[in-house]
């Protein structure tokens, strides 16, 4: 005997009670069986979020600080409300983090609810990836049904860049909810052409752009032509809905730059990362077109490879997203075939819309973007190669009696067997029969989707080989990420890969193997007097004999009290002085490497001159010199971080403080580290 594998339609009544054409007893084993089916169904989403939180929580203070440069505005933001705000890297004020401070106000909470330390700061991150893979399901089971939904969270789970997000204080782990949760508002307003929906969505697709800027807006044009498209109401109210939707974005954002841009610039920190203390050169500039452009921001490929169709699929970047992204790819395609002949508001092909043009357009962007795209951007793929393979697997089964759904099928499981097989074959020593077991089940499931008619007890075969070939090598790797410990400014998922750029993302450990990069998180300057954003000091090496162009290696670090995040370690005798200290500022130094770590290490606030790298025009030689005359900071640590080489170029305020405090103040060596005490003036 045989049996079609075919799934219903979720849409489509277990029963109708109102028709009477049943027997007495026949309504009551629907109910019962109705009954089993939910248990089953509440089961196993409590299962998925169990699991998501036992993976994003389970040994999450190992990563200590993690980025330090946010850990340190995550601490400024306890000890001061206006710092929390604005997002200031220092309780005193100075200059803010190069980013908007929306994801760091959740970390911050926490911090003065339960004291500031790594758990506080790290937990709201993981819960915010518990939130996305509900957030992901509940949106995928509103159209095809519990399981579907299921795999989508679940796969979103298991991704290793979001493993690594969810477990890091980056500003990624926000945007990624923030943008499930704007597709949620979006499939909702899609139904019923709502537009109260609809500007949930525009606005919060606002408030993600205070997360990380522009790079969540990849996703707006794939809500705006979904709607466009498949929204049951005339063409004219669409239109007018979607400008709403507009304004609701720039609503959800703009009350935020508004308050900075109209606070006067004397009362509120430098906007770090911009040229002229603006928000919204921050945002178009350094955080928007310059990442699309080498000129403005130094070569991405640095971090992530050439730019190219072939980026997503290097040494860098395949082991923290690629696994399913053939299969996504082909997903699109088989919805879209599926659902030709079906009407303007068919759901499937909405899916393929909204998913696909997540997927094509956010591609699209990191692989041909010119300037710094770090590896672990491509999280924000995550979402979308979940949803469409979990969709694309639904809808292509319930076509099988095509035999362009089965080629579909069978293409999607054997490619991911074998790209997996590649991926994992790109670190042979980790765990091999992994690769071995991926590739066999892809082929299995490749053959079992040709066949027309399946047994029964093919059916089971065909579900645990598919099982399998979609989540084992992606599983492995997950699990990888979540045990090893990750520090630095440019982490990477999963073990080191062969052929891969030591820190910036091939996922090659640093001492004492804490895995993630030097805490400069750019590429060496290309010229001119100011460096490239995220720009490394020339002569600096890679961990692990990797190396940055130009010949840039990673300075060894200093002596001393290491402070668990990659940056500077601060000596016992620094540390103990700048405790001491009693002035507004305790010290200030060239860029965010060593200010972080000092911050860190004694509870005080320093200026990090110059911000980020040291590069930026904040403060001022004469803003440094008031300061220094009223008594508000009581010590310069020389030496610098990030940016310290170059300080910010030989006429950048960086240099010019640096030289103006050599030249009236005596230098003195604490714990191996050059000091100038600012209250006493030198010879």
Not at 48 to 66: K, P, Q
Not at 205 to 224: D, E, I, R, W, Y
Not at 574 to 600: F, M, N, P, Y
Request: aromatic content about 8%; charged content about 10%; hydrophobic content about 45%.
């Amino acid at each position: 005997m045989t049996t079609s594998w075919t799934i219903p339609s979720p849409a489509a009544p277990d029963f109708d009670f109102s028709s009477g054409a049943a027997e007495p007893s026949e309504p009551r084993l629907r109910s019962q069986s109705r009954e089993v089916g939910r248990g089953w169904e509440r089961g196993s989403l409590l299962a998925l979020i169990a699991g998501t939180a036992l993976l994003y929580l389970w040994g999450l203070g190992a990563s200590g600080y993690a980025n330090e440069f946010y850990s340190a505005a995550v601490q400024a933001g306890t000890q001061s409300w206006k710092a929390f705000f604005f997002g200031s890297l220092d309780a005193g004020n100075a200059i803010t983090v190069d980013k908007p401070p929306l994801s760091l106000w959740p970390m911050e909470l926490s911090g003065r609810i339960f004291g500031f330390n790594s758990w506080s700061m790290l937990v709201p991150q993981a819960l915010e990836g518990v939130g996305a893979v509900w957030l992901l399901y509940a949106t995928v089971k509103r159209w095809f049904g519990h399981w579907p939904g299921i795999g989508a969270g679940a796969l979103l789970a298991i991704t290793p860049v979001a493993v690594l997000m969810f477990r890091f204080n980056n500003p990624d782990s926000m945007m990624v909810l923030l943008m499930v949760a704007a597709a949620y508002c979006a499939t909702r307003a899609v139904e019923v052409a709502s537009t109260r929906w609809l500007l949930g969505s525009g606005v919060i697709m606002g408030l993600s752009f205070l997360a990380k800027g522009l790079q969540p807006f990849t996703l707006v044009p794939a809500l705006a032509v979904a709607y466009l498209v498949a929204a049951p109401t005339s063409l004219r109210r669409r239109l007018l809905q979607l400008l709403a939707a507009g304004g609701g974005i720039v609503a959800g954002a703009a009350w935020w730059v508004l308050a900075v841009q109209l606070t006067p610039a004397a009362d509120r920190p430098y906007i770090g990362g911009s040229t002229d203390n603006s928000v919204l050169e921050l945002a178009f500039g350094y955080n928007g077109l310059s990442r699309l452009s080498s000129s403005s921001g130094g070569p991405g490929g640095s971090f992530s490879g050439s730019t190219g169709i072939g980026r997503l699929f290097n040494s860098l970047n395949g082991g923290q997203i690629a696994w399913l992204l053939p299969a996504a790819l082909i997903a699109t395609a088989g919805l879209a075939y599926v659902s030709r002949r079906a009407p303007r508001i068919d759901r499937t092909r909405v899916a393929a819309i909204l998913w696909g043009g997540w997927l094509v357009v956010t591609a699209a962007v990191l692989s041909f973007a010119g300037g710094i795209i770090h590896t672990y951007y491509t999280v924000e793929l995550a979402p979308a190669i979940a949803a469409l393979v979990a969709i694309g697997v639904t809808q292509l089964c319930r076509a099988r009696t095509e035999l362009t759904a089965r080629i579909a099928l069978a293409a999607g499981a054997a490619v991911t067997g074998l790209w997996s097989y590649a991926l994992l074959h790109r670190t042979p020593s980790f765990h091999p029969w992994v690769g071995y077991l991926v590739l066999a089940a892809g082929i299995v499931t490749g053959g079992l989707m040709l066949v027309p008619v399946l047994r029964k007890q093919l059916i089971a075969a065909a579900l645990v080989a598919g099982t399998i070939t979609v989540t084992g090598g992606s599983a492995a790797y997950a699990l990888n990420t979540a045990a090893t410990p990750h520090t630095g400014s440019v982490p990477s998922a999963g073990p080191t890969v062969a052929g891969a750029m030591g820190g910036p993302g091939g996922g090659a450990g640093g001492p004492g193997g804490v895995r993630g990069g030097f805490p400069g998180g750019g590429t060496p300057p290309t010229g001119g007097s100011r460096p490239a954003r995220g720009a490394l000091p020339n002569g600096v090496t890679l961990p692990n004999g990797g190396t940055l162009p130009n010949g840039a290696t990673l300075p060894s670090g200093a002596s001393g009290r290491p402070t668990g995040g990659g940056g500077a370690s601060v000596s016992s005798a620094l540390d103990k002085l700048i405790k001491a200290t009693t002035t507004k500022w305790a010290a200030a130094t060239v860029g965010s490497q060593t200010a972080s770590a000092l911050e860190l290490s004694t509870g005080k606030s320093v200026i990090a001159i110059g911000g980020f790298t040291g590069s930026d025009n904040a403060p001022t030689l004469a803003q440094f010199e008031s300061w220094v005359a009223e008594g508000k900071i009581r010590y310069f640590v020389a030496g610098g971080g990030l940016g310290g080489g170059n300080g910010g170029g030989s006429g950048g305020a960086a240099s010019q403080i640096t030289q103006w405090v050599q030249q009236h103040y005596t230098a003195t060596t604490v714990g191996g580290t050059t000091v100038y005490d600012l209250t006493k003036a030198g010879s």
